[in-house]
């Protein structure tokens, strides 16, 4: 009978245990900045990794294509948020903020200039090459205008086997903000 208590008692702060470890990932798996792809005023792109094995799939085998084939394959999700308001901006810099003290990120650069504030951080990957994500906040434009538009805030994040090498040439050709700055960081 004492076992059997035992047993349960040790059971329930087994639970207990995994409950805590485990529910703190859950809420962060819900990320702080899933409430910006409702809102009209921002610009959302999202690329899973279904669209990049379709990428892969349907695109032809000529060298470049093969190029961008590499670039691709092992990412799992692409997702950047544009706004043009300040208050939005403000807003995703809090959530920024907040995610990154959270996060178990390490900046790989920060550039201060007359058209932005860039930084950018990586979470490590299989080795110093390779990051598993690689997240990019942009803000503070100065009459900066990107396709006809001139944004206050840019928030991107790319998760997957990411060889950072050839990340820059990968945003360089999608045309996402903050790519130059990549190719500084990575070359």
Do not use: C, W
Request: aromatic share 6%.
């Amino acid at each position: 009978m004492n076992t059997i208590k035992l047993n349960t008692i040790k059971m329930k702060k087994l639970t207990i245990t995994l409950l805590l470890v485990i529910l703190p990932m859950l809420i962060f798996a819900q990320s702080s900045f899933d409430k910006y792809d409702d809102m009209d005023d921002v610009s959302t792109v999202v690329v899973t990794k279904y669209a990049f094995k379709l990428l892969v799939k349907v695109a032809g085998n000529s060298p470049e294509v093969q190029e961008y084939k590499d670039m691709v394959m092992g990412l799992e999700n692409l997702t950047v948020y544009t706004t043009e308001k300040d208050a939005i901006a403000l807003m995703m810099q809090k959530d920024v903020k907040s995610f990154l003290k959270n996060s178990k990120m390490a900046e790989l650069i920060r550039v201060k200039d007359k058209e932005a504030n860039v930084k950018i951080y990586v979470r490590e990957g299989k080795d110093e090459d390779h990051v598993s994500e690689l997240f990019m906040f942009i803000n503070s434009f100065k009459n900066l205008e990107m396709d006809g538009r001139n944004p206050k805030a840019v928030v991107l994040s790319i998760t997957g086997n990411i060889d950072l090498n050839k990340i820059s040439e990968l945003t360089s050709k999608m045309n996402i903000p903050g790519g130059e700055h990549l190719k500084k960081a990575t070359h």
